[in-house]
């Protein structure tokens, strides 16, 4: 248990809908990314926050978007969903927000849109 | 479990015996590496981590070898066991960049009792 959440585990939705995903880091880390892990694409980058403050973006489509709450959860939001966001999301965290910094990494959300 | 991956190279090695899991990197700025291990249902797991300035680092049972002048990386595993049993990436990053991760595609390693 990496001590990293995600809720929910699973997420079944239809095409043109909005979810909203939410991670807990670790205690006492103050970094938060999400990742896509699909089967074509592999595991890829979306966007980090530190402390609150987007720090870096990937490869995080106009209709996503992200925040880190002042209790240092997050939440990704996936809108206007299409049948290509299908994909695992997981959610990682790390003490600073600095390269060299181990992520710890949720257990994923399985989204499944239809 | 969920599966993470249907199209990746499988390295299938017998119960005992060491395993190589290699990975070609692409960008020669990138100054810090990580192998990850993948369960089938759960998130990618830290195995191992090594920076630029270091060709060789061993943990208990992997070892990790950096190949800067080829951009290849290595993880050997001695003594394989079942457990062992899941998909591997190696991720690279380029500190002078930021913080973010780029992960290979990952190789299945499927253990033979």
């Known amino acids: 248990d990496s001590g990293v959440t995600q809720t929910p585990k699973h997420l079944i939705t239809a095409t043109g809908q909005r979810v909203t995903l939410r991670c807990s880091p670790r205690s006492g880390d103050l970094s938060v990314y999400w990742y896509q892990q699909s089967l074509d694409q592999g595991l890829q980058f979306l966007i980090q926050y530190y402390n609150g403050e987007e720090r870096a973006k990937g490869n995080i489509l106009e209709r996503f978007s992200a925040q880190q709450f002042p209790d240092l959860h997050s939440e990704l939001n996936l809108s206007s969903l299409e049948l290509g966001d299908s994909a695992l999301y997981f959610c990682a965290s790390s003490v600073g927000g600095l390269a060299g910094d181990e992520q710890y990494f949720g257990p994923g959300t399985r989204l499944t849109v239809t | 479990g969920e599966s993470v991956g249907l199209h990746l190279p499988t390295l299938s090695v017998q119960e005992g015996d060491n395993s190589i899991i290699n990975c070609a990197y692409s960008n020669s700025a990138s100054d810090y590496f990580i192998w990850y291990k993948q369960e089938s249902g759960k998130g990618p797991q830290f195995i191992i981590d090594i920076r630029s300035n270091m060709d060789k680092r061993q943990g208990q049972r992997v070892t990790v070898l950096l190949n800067k002048t080829v951009k290849h990386l290595s993880l050997q595993i001695a003594a394989t066991q079942p457990g062992d049993s899941a998909v591997y990436f190696c991720?690279?990053?380029?500190?002078?960049?930021?913080?973010?991760?780029?992960f290979g595609k990952g190789i299945t390693l499927s253990v033979r009792p």
């Open positions: 991720a690279e990053n380029d500190a002078g960049a930021n913080s973010k991760l780029t």
